[in-house]
């Protein structure tokens, strides 16, 4: 595709629920980030992704948060049992490889009541 | 640690104004460094890059010197435009091998420019 795509572009859930999140990376970009924007901690990275390599989970701020990668391209983030301060704009990313550019998509936005 | 520190906002200018954002950094061995900017309503589009020491990035009149002396990547503009009403991010990845590329962001800096 032209750029990167998220879905879907709203979420508002309950807590207690789980939420999957979409990314389409740019097709042929080997690396794919996520990232969170929230209030209180600005932008923080979550997890990285490269090509077969096993990921990169050290920004993952607990366990019920997760995330997959199929076939090289498409990516989901599983956010298990909800809570309130899981309320943020997730933002993916993916670059041609490691360490080029990144291109970010508009990233969904999450509501936690 | 590697972190990005970038001057308290909102910045509130009138149009055809000198802009400066300032952005320090600290890290270990030769960082790239990037400015990335959040229009309202969409998403990060990243502005300018620098990759080494006394690299100057550009684009859209803005300006950015990689000062590794200073460890420093201020952004400037010249003449400032209502359309450059936005929060500008400063970030920066690690240069060390093995490194997955994840930028590490400043706070952000909101930026209003009045006609």
């Known amino acids: 595709g032209a750029g990167v795509s998220q879905s879907p572009s709203n979420k508002v859930t309950e807590k207690g629920k789980d939420v999957e999140l979409r990314c389409d990376p740019i097709?042929?970009?080997?690396?794919l980030y996520w990232y969170r924007q929230s209030l209180g901690q600005g932008l923080e990275f979550l997890i990285y992704?490269?090509?077969?390599?096993?990921?990169?989970k050290s920004g993952l701020p607990s366990d019920r948060f997760s995330a997959e990668r199929t076939g090289g391209s498409v990516s989901t983030l599983t956010i298990q049992r909800t809570q309130q301060e899981d309320s943020a704009v997730y933002l993916c990313?993916?670059?041609?490889?490691?360490?080029?550019?990144?291109?970010f998509g508009p990233g969904t936005r999450l509501l936690v009541l | 640690g590697n972190s990005v520190t970038q001057m308290e906002g909102p910045v509130t200018l009138s149009e055809e104004a000198f802009l400066t954002i300032n952005c320090t950094y600290t890290a270990t061995g030769y960082p790239s460094l990037f400015w990335y900017v959040q229009y309202p309503g969409e998403g990060l589009q990243l502005l300018l890059k620098a990759t080494k020491a006394d690299d100057k990035g550009s684009n859209k009149g803005f300006e950015a010197t990689y000062r590794k002396e200073t460890t420093s990547f201020h952004l400037e503009k010249g003449s400032v435009q209502v359309s450059d009403s936005a929060v500008y991010f400063c970030a920066l990845i690690r240069s060390l091998s093995g490194n997955t590329g994840k930028l590490i962001f400043g706070q952000g800096t909101t930026l209003q420019v009045k006609p």
């Open positions: 992704f490269q090509g077969n390599s096993a990921p990169d």
């Open positions: 990313a993916s670059s041609l490889v490691t360490k080029e550019t990144q291109y």
């Open positions: 097709s042929g970009h080997t690396a």
